[in-house]
């Protein structure tokens, strides 16, 4: 949660200081950004992870520590020459590569060539996201979640950091004060290494340069690795081929939607991505046993959790959307018209939220198994869906429509891979799911009506534009939407809201005395 609302928090910062359609910086940033940003979801965050974080958990089980940290060496050390590699022909072909990414963008005077500039510089974040990772995947095997959850935030500080400490110096150098906020990014993922470095030490691990790649289970890592650089990043991969066609919108489209996803991803990180994270060191745990039962039970429970929470944040994204993309980021350049925009992209994002987070959980469970083959198939399907639902929406709805078929695309993928986990585990409590799902959106629907209501009623009462009118506003519509469904849970007995409450209130218990 730190992590994420520092997340916010920099959003903000940057809207507020480079806006998106009055300039031509955040494209430029965003772009250039998602160029290292791809290529870590597509070779380091989500096939690394979701192959190493069995391996490893199969190794600490089997062979002990010591053979498991020599296996942590000989990951973090194959990543670092991997990336080093991708990094410098990366920075060689920046030129073309941005030309390729951003067509659009040749119309502008000096946008391409900004683009490519920032491109060079914030490639070796690769690097430093890549060595991060593994460490999060150790730690997150020996059961420490609490640092390697933390350590993003170190990004987000680092880009707060520099939008206000960097990039007003940039200028006296002759360079664009969007480079400074490039420097924070190349700050901030080497902070996210430092942070968890004490952590992972103390567990007993110490670095060592060795590489073999005769290893057998580093050998079993790059060979779930290989397929599964695509197997997991359909989303980012459909988020790349948005990007494309963007840049053919209108001047601030890359920044509009940009903005939308990673509000849309707030949810995702707080929910999603923290329930899948804690699921699969158990679901690797049982697979390595044998035991499908207790990986189907693992895997439905941590689903109708998912659900328990990102269900409610769905319907609240949609029916707030403009006014809590106007608290959030209508400041300084970023303007009106910016906040309609953008909330119309959150508007049609909100709809693949579940179908995102589905694939956080269902796509390492088929890694859990030692079955990489699977998510491929599946992501490629999504992706050729994503190309042909996007190319035809946007010649109607323009950016709106890339955030709808990125959606669908979503769903596309979740959907084929719980239908095929069905069948590799003999079931995933499908009814259960179902049920719960459908008190889940009868509470969710009656929170969205109650919350709607109040934002009119309090808007009425409370009228303008100041950030301490709107903060009101969100806040009255939020905290009586809640109550709505805290009340509309209890009276359907919805079982995994009683799951979630009683795991906050027996932590809560527990910290008070540690306290």
């Known amino acids: 949660m730190a992590s994420r609302l520092l997340g916010v928090a920099r959003e903000m910062v940057l809207a507020e200081r480079f806006g998106a ?14 160029i290292p940003n791809l290529l870590r979801d597509l070779f380091a965050e989500g096939a690394m992870t979701a192959a190493f974080v069995p391996a490893f958990t199969r190794t600490l089980a089997v062979d002990g520590r010591e053979a498991a940290w020599r296996l942590g060496n000989l990951v973090i050390n194959s990543l670092l020459v991997a990336t080093g590699v991708l990094v410098t022909l990366g920075i ?7 030309r390729v990414m951003a067509a659009g963008f040749s119309g502008t005077p000096g946008k391409l060539e900004l683009t490519t500039g920032l491109t060079r510089l914030m490639l070796p974040f690769l690097i ?13 095997s020996v059961r420490q979640f609490f640092i390697p959850a933390l350590s993003p935030a170190m990004f987000n500080v680092a880009t707060i950091a520099s939008a206000v ?42 670095y060592r340069p060795v590489l073999d790649f005769k290893d057998p289970a580093l050998r079993d890592v790059l060979r779930l690795m290989g397929p599964g650089t695509l197997g997991l990043a359909a989303v980012q991969i459909n988020v790349f081929v948005n990007t494309f066609l963007a840049t053919t919108q209108p001047q601030g489209a890359v920044s509009w939607l940009s903005y939308a996803f990673r509000l849309m991803y707030l949810p995702i990180g707080l929910f999603g991505i923290s329930i899948a994270t804690a699921a699969l ?12 039962s207790r990986v189907r039970m693992t895997m439905s429970r941590a689903f109708r959790m998912m659900l328990m929470l990102n269900v409610p ?35 049609c994002y909100a709809p693949g939220l579940l179908a995102y987070s589905a694939v956080k959980i269902a796509s390492p469970t088929f890694y ?18 994503n190309l042909i639902v996007n190319l035809a929406l946007v010649r109607t709805f323009g950016f709106k429509g890339l955030a709808a078929g990125t959606s669908l695309a979503a769903m596309v993928n979740a959907g084929f891979l719980l239908w095929l986990l069905r069948r590799r585990l003999s079931g995933i409590e499908g009814t259960r799911i179902a049920r719960a799902f459908v008190k889940i959106l009868a509470a969710s629907l009656l929170m969205g009506a109650v919350a709607h209501l109040t934002m ?3 808007t009425d009462w409370l009228p303008g534009s100041s950030t301490a009118a709107s903060g009101t506003r969100v806040a009255a519509a939020v905290a009586v939407g809640l109550l709505g469904l805290v009340t509309a849970a209890r009276v359907l007995r919805i079982e995994e809201f009683e799951q979630a409450f009683g795991l906050l209130f027996r932590r809560g218990r527990l910290a008070g005395p540690a306290a």
């Open 165 to 206: 400490l960097v990039a007003p110096l940039m200028p006296r150098f002759g360079l664009s004060p969007i480079t400074g906020i490039a420097i924070g990014t190349l700050a901030g993922g080497l902070g996210q290494m430092l942070l968890q470095w004490p952590a992972l030490h103390k567990e007993g691990f110490r």
């Open 313 to 347: 944040a769905t319907i609240g994204l949609m029916v707030l959307a403009t006014p809590v993309v106007a608290l959030l980021l209508e400041r300084g350049r970023f303007t009106p018209s910016d906040t309609a925009a953008t909330a119309a992209a959150l508007i």
């Open 456 to 458: 009119t009623w309090v």
């Open 92 to 98: 060689i072909f920046a030129e073309p590569i941005t």
């Open 368 to 385: 859990a198994l030692r079955d990489s083959r699977t998510p491929v198939l599946v992501s490629v399907g999504s992706v050729a869906v």
């Open 128 to 140: 430093t996201i890549a060595a991060s990772l593994a460490m999060m995947g150790m730690l997150n």
């Open 21 to 34: 359609g009055s300039g031509v910086e955040m494209d430029a940033f965003n772009v250039a950004f998602r």
């Open 281 to 292: 060191p158990d679901i690797a745990t049982h697979a390595a046993a044998g035991d499908i």
